[in-house]
């Protein structure tokens, strides 16, 4: 049975991807690239992101850096104004909190996360979160979840993983942790061959958990 549910958090909790993907095209626009989104997509599933595609393009570093400082300003302006929010998603928690413990593991930087989680209630039903900068090696790497594993004092075997990505369903994998896959249109075109779960809402997720249990 399981009794742990580690989450991503970006895809999953909250619908931030098109509108971190909206920023970095924003900030490459601004000095003459255009960030192609189906490429942005492929990389993304490999670990890759916008700054691939400024390299590519010449860019150097030096403007990659300051451009990355632009990326991230956008995005928290977008966190701040623009509809992130996924139904049913804390009806959905506050329900397997009942069975389960919870935590977010993420990628993001905690200072977005943090802009994220102002005004909701998502964090209230989770025992931890680690974010970038809580380890060493991101996803698709297995230290984001082995890390989880750890803090929880759990083994794979009754943990669940909660992703959106391919990036982010071969870290589980790598982990050793079953995961189940939540429909996110941004990322629906990635390989998903490698999970125990697909499933359309995390209210199905409810279901899957409370039926392992029975």
């Given amino acids: 049975m399981k009794k742990y549910i580690l989450f991503d958090h970006d895809g999953v909790l909250v619908d931030t991807e098109p509108w971190y993907y909206l920023a970095g095209e924003r900030a490459l626009a601004d000095i003459g690239v255009t960030l192609d989104r189906e490429r942005y997509l492929r990389d993304m599933g490999r670990g ?51 069975y389960v413990r919870m935590a977010i593991v993420t990628t993001a930087k905690r200072v977005d996360f943090d802009v994220i989680h102002e005004r909701r209630q998502i964090t209230r039903f989770m025992d931890f979160v680690l974010a970038r900068g809580d380890y060493e090696f991101a996803k698709p790497h297995p230290e984001p979840y082995l890390t989880g594993l750890r803090r929880f004092g759990a083994t794979p075997e009754e943990t669940l993983v909660v992703e959106d990505s391919s990036r982010g369903l071969n870290s589980a994998v790598a982990a050793g942790i079953d995961c189940a896959v939540v429909h996110n249109a941004f990322t629906a075109s990635q390989d998903f061959a490698g999970a125990a779960h697909r499933i359309g809402s995390l209210t199905e997720l409810k279901d899957i958990v409370l039926q392992r249990r029975a």
């Fill in 48 to 98: 890759w992101g916008t700054w691939e595609q400024a390299r590519a393009a010449g860019v150097d570093e030096q403007t990659i850096a300051r451009q990355r400082t632009v990326r991230d300003r956008y995005y928290q302006e977008y966190l701040r104004t623009e509809d992130i929010e996924i139904d049913g998603v804390v009806d959905v928690l506050a329900e397997l909190s009942r």
